[in-house]
């Protein structure tokens, strides 16, 4: 980086107006007006099979941005009218490298070839007339090249989806990224360039989220930890209890100030395990990892402190990305709902105010919970439970004991005869003979009551899944720090809670003194945006990082994906 930023000031020194004055000239008396070998203008549609385009990252929308701009003028973009740099160059050149701060990487938008052909100008070193025009015309590309790819990728992400989404496991994959607002990178250059304001343009296509922006912070901070060396790794051990002797406790303690989970080490070398600040430093840890927060330093803990800054960087590079995929202007709105699974939290906020919270549980890895967009549409009192067929095949037809199932479910099977549900005897049917079909002719279904799956509410949204908020029959795996146990729906802790804010309180007592009715209709006037997304760092108000369970193995994933731009 250090590099990088003396480059600058060296370019600033050679291109710009200072250069007048220095005895290198880097083109005498030529300019664009009579800058006759204007490659990519005079031969621009033919330019895409040159070899000017060998190794760009968007050869077509480069392509279509000369055609656009070699209408109008047949000038180079990034020069003045003496073929010197101006300062939209700089501007981007500078924008390349403070990509780094994004999660990106320079090297994805030719910084070393740019930074390569403008010395190569400015030292004025070229073996013949034929190489100095083919280099102004290579550097003038690569720029443009630079800006639409950034652009692009500062929006929309830089992410291969499409190895993404196969990945290299069996795991269930259900990822939608949110549609947003179309970015044409060639028509967002030609405006921007007319309107001079090139740096603004590439910072304002940034994430919008504030916890985005705390995320780049702790980047910058775990980098320079990483930089230095990191910190080193704790023996594991027999575990260390509060108020015992242990030698590992000074290399805790220093790992603790390194990370700034410490604010000093008042007693370096107490070897005891005694200091209020380190059992709260431990504590806060542990609670930050999903662990209990009980000061107790064992395996868990252990493995907590040992992981080392370079692997925090990759997952908040690959978490920054994730929020590249989600929709601009909610964290401002009248409110909505954020549902991270890895973290087993629904959050509710309210321009940009968080106004509840609450534990969820989400889909088992097999069963994974879809990452989606959607809004709430109505709430659901009493509801029945009809067995979807993939619970049907996999959980009830599995079971050796049908019976025994559907008692200790408080289940009943029907049969559709002419549109109207019929009741089935399950001990009439040979339930052998439907293990190995594709559909099974009954419906499996749990009346309203307290041992219904769906409890006393469930929240609709709309999704091509089949998925919903809804209460439980099971509260006591809420217990649980590691929550994964549905088929895909999400449990909430406190969803009487819940409905209570959706709905206006007159509604709220009215529906409450109703006798009950199965599956009565609820219209809530909150009809919030909803956002399932998977998140597996976030950085707090206090800028102290949370990292949670890779619970589907959608990291491991993410990285394969990214292996070029995460090495």
């Known amino acids: 980086m250090f590099r990088y930023l003396f480059f600058l000031l060296f370019l600033r020194s050679l291109l710009f107006a200072e250069i007048a004055e220095m005895s290198v000239s880097i083109m005498p008396q030529r300019s664009q007006q009579n800058f006759a070998d204007n490659l990519l203008c005079n031969n621009s549609h033919s330019l895409k099979n040159s070899a000017l385009f060998k190794g760009l990252r968007s050869p077509s929308q480069s392509f279509e941005f000369y055609l656009q701009h070699c209408k109008n003028k047949n000038t180079l973009v990034w020069f003045d009218a003496s073929l010197r740099l101006h300062e939209s160059a700089h501007e981007l050149i500078e924008e390349i490298q403070n990509s780094y701060e994004e999660g990106l990487s320079p090297k994805r938008y030719h910084s070393k070839e740019i930074e390569k052909n403008i010395i190569k100008i400015a030292q004025n070193t070229f073996t013949n007339p034929q190489e100095k025009i083919k280099i102004y015309n290579r550097l003038d590309l690569l720029l443009s090249d630079a800006y639409l790819t950034l652009a692009y990728e500062l929006y929309y992400g830089f992410t291969n989806w499409e190895a993404f989404e196969k990945g290299t496991t069996d795991t269930k994959f259900e990822w939608e990224r949110t549609q947003k607002s179309a970015l044409s990178p060639v028509a967002y250059l030609l405006k921007n360039l007319k309107q001079n304001s090139i740096s603004d343009s590439l910072k304002i296509l940034n994430p919008d989220f504030s916890e985005y922006k705390r995320l780049k912070e702790a980047l910058q901070f775990y980098k320079k930890l990483d930089a230095k060396g990191g910190w080193r790794a704790i023996p594991f051990g027999s575990p260390i209890r509060i108020n015992q002797r242990d030698t ?7 790992r603790l100030f390194l990370s700034d989970d410490l604010e000093e080490m008042a007693y370096p070398e107490n070897v005891v395990y005694d200091e209020v600040n380190v059992i709260k430093a431990i504590k806060f840890l542990q609670q930050r990892h999903n662990l209990e927060p009980d000061g107790l330093i064992g395996t868990k803990t252990i493995s907590a402190l040992n992981i080392p800054p370079s692997v925090i960087i ?57 990452i989606l967009s959607s809004s709430l549409s109505y709430a659901v009192l009493h509801p029945t439970w009809t067995a ?20 200790d ?46 409890g006393e509410v469930k929240f609709m949204f709309n999704n091509k899944y089949s998925i919903y ?14 929550r994964a146990f549905s088929s895909g729906c999400i449990r909430l802790y406190e969803p009487i809670k819940f409905l209570k ?34 998140m597996t760092v976030e950085v707090d108000v206090g800028n102290k990082i949370h990292l949670f369970e890779d619970v589907y193995g959608y990291d491991e994933r993410h990285t394969l994906a990214l292996k070029d731009v995460l090495e």
């Open 314 to 370: 990759k997952k908040i590079i690959l978490n920054m990305e994730r929020f590249r995929w989600l929709g601009r202007g909610l964290e401002n709105s009248a409110g909505y709902i954020d549902i991270n699974i890895p973290a087993f939290r629904m959050r509710v906020y309210e321009y940009a105010q968080k106004v509840m919270q609450m534990p969820i549980i989400v889909g088992k890895k097999e069963r994974a919970t879809p």
């Open 388 to 407: 979807p067929q993939t619970i049907v095949k996999e959980d009830i037809l599995a079971n050796g004991n049908m019976q025994e199932y559907l008692q």
């Open 248 to 254: 590992r406790v000074i290399e805790i303690k220093k």
């Open 409 to 454: 479910h408080n289940m009943r099977v029907f049969t559709m005869q002419e549109g109207a549900k019929v009741d089935v005897n399950p001990d009439e049917v040979e339930w052998a003979e439907y293990a190995q079909k594709e559909s099974v002719p009954f419906l499996f279904r749990a009346d309203a009551g307290k041992s219904n799956p769906l």
């Open 501 to 534: 804010y959706l709905l206006e309180k007159d509604t709220m007592k009215s529906l409450l003194a109703q006798e009950e009715v199965p599956d009565q209709i609820v219209q809530i006037k909150k009809k919030l945006p909803i956002i399932i997304r998977y």
């Open 469 to 482: 908020m809804h209460d439980t029959n099971q509260p006591a795996l809420f217990e649980k720090k590691s």
